[in-house]
């Protein structure tokens, strides 16, 4: 093998450790956009007038997805208690936000049976996402299983709110 392609095949090595670099720096970005776009559909969904809980809403999202990603490569926690902070996070926004004409009780009421049915129902989606996705998005990596997570856990605590503040 001649000079040039040793040296071909050492640039070509540095520049796939160079792409990895790369898409690792991007996945806080990924989870930045996510968490961007996630916050907007909420921010519609709850309306301008309250903006402070889209906002503390947002806040929330960012570091948690930010975190969960850190946690999730590199110390392997199982998924379900992530998706299990996420929705407490979610289910007491907004039921103290679609709950808040109402009386005092009701509220408490409506966060504390929405918190145990996220729990609930995070716990369950996790663990059927885990068995029927698992070998389908790992194998060709398009997109991580804690994003559905997320979203399914987002979208149960919207319609849990939703129903336990009516």
Do not use: W
Request: hydrophobic share 40%; with cysteine; charged share 10%.
């Amino acid at each position: 093998m001649s000079e040039y392609e040793k040296a071909y095949q050492i640039g070509e090595c540095e520049h796939t450790d160079t792409q990895k670099q790369a898409d690792t720096r991007q996945r806080p970005g990924a989870s930045i956009y996510l968490s961007i776009y996630l916050s907007i559909y909420l921010s519609i969904y709850l309306s301008i007038y309250k903006f402070s809980v889209c906002s503390h809403l947002s806040i929330y999202l960012s570091i948690y997805l930010c975190l969960s990603q850190f946690i999730f490569h590199y110390h392997s926690i199982p998924l379900f208690y992530l998706s299990i902070y996420l929705s407490i996070h979610l289910s007491i926004y907004l039921s103290i936000y679609l709950s808040i004409n109402s009386l005092c009780v009701h509220i408490y009421l409506s966060i504390y049976l929405s918190i145990y049915l996220s729990i609930y129902l995070s716990i369950y989606l996790s663990k059927i996402l885990r068995l029927c996705l698992s070998q389908f998005i790992f194998h060709y990596h398009s997109i991580p299983l804690f994003y559905l997570s997320i979203y399914l856990s987002i979208y149960l605590s919207i319609y849990l709110s939703i129903y336990l503040s009516i």
